[in-house]
């Protein structure tokens, strides 16, 4: 099975702070990676998939990169509506899903 | 627009089943297939399993094999999770999602919430 793992677990970050976020899959899945964001309450949200290519209506702050094993989720300025946990996702093994740990992030 | 709504929150017994239900709309229901992911309480996303709505073919998490199953009604563009003797850390919210075929499940309905408790 593929295992994914993302890091930071967590990151304290103030507004218009650029973030990234990691996420390492224990084997190559191509690009097939997706990007979630989800905040208490509701819903993940999908914001990019196939590793670098934006959803319809997300803001283009959000970026993707990364191919292979090796992915990296960028926030290029903070804003308050962002503070949320955020999920990678493969789905090379597709219909079979592997979902990171989820990286949250907090005001600093 | 694509749409998937969920049925209400249910409190179940340990032993008991539940059955989530997963109402589509706004795109051709058997030109996807649908996954289903639970979430704990504090917890991440863990994949349960999916469904394609063209034929009933089935691929469940392994650890769930033998308690859950997972099905539709064309008729009614509804996809149905059953999950049967249920335990304590079944407690979860439980999401549907559509699935095209090699792509990223989305969008996702609004969750269910099951509780596990005597």
């Known amino acids: 099975d593929i295992q994914m793992t993302q890091s930071p677990s967590s990151l304290s970050a103030s507004v218009g702070d650029r973030v990234t976020i990691t996420c390492r899959a224990s084997q190559g899945i191509s690009n097939y990676l997706a990007w979630f964001q989800q905040k208490p309450g509701k819903a993940p949200k999908s914001l990019i998939y196939a590793a670098s290519s934006l959803q319809s209506g997300v803001p283009s702050k959000f970026s993707g990169s990364g191919s292979g094993t090796d992915f990296t989720l960028t926030i290029s300025s903070l804003q308050p509506e962002d503070f949320a946990t955020y999920y990678c996702?493969?789905?090379?093994?597709?219909?079979?899903?592997?979902f990171g740990g989820g990286t949250k992030v907090e005001i600093k | 627009q694509v749409q998937l709504v969920q049925s209400g929150a249910e409190v179940k017994k340990p032993g008991a089943s539940v059955k989530v239900s997963c109402k589509a709309s706004?795109?051709?229901?058997?030109?996807?297939?649908i996954s289903w992911v639970r979430q704990a309480p504090g917890q991440g996303l863990e994949w349960m399993g999916w469904i394609s709505a063209y034929n009933g073919n089935t691929n469940y998490a392994q650890k769930l094999q033998g308690r859950v199953t997972m099905t539709t009604d064309t008729s009614t563009s509804t996809a149905y999770m059953e999950l049967r003797s249920l335990r304590s850390d079944d407690t979860a919210v439980y999401y549907c999602a559509r699935a095209g075929d090699y792509e990223s499940p989305d969008p996702w309905g609004q969750g269910t919430l099951v509780t596990v408790s005597s």
């Open positions: 706004g795109y051709t229901f058997t030109s996807y297939g």
């Open positions: 996702q493969q789905y090379n093994s597709y219909p079979t899903l592997t």
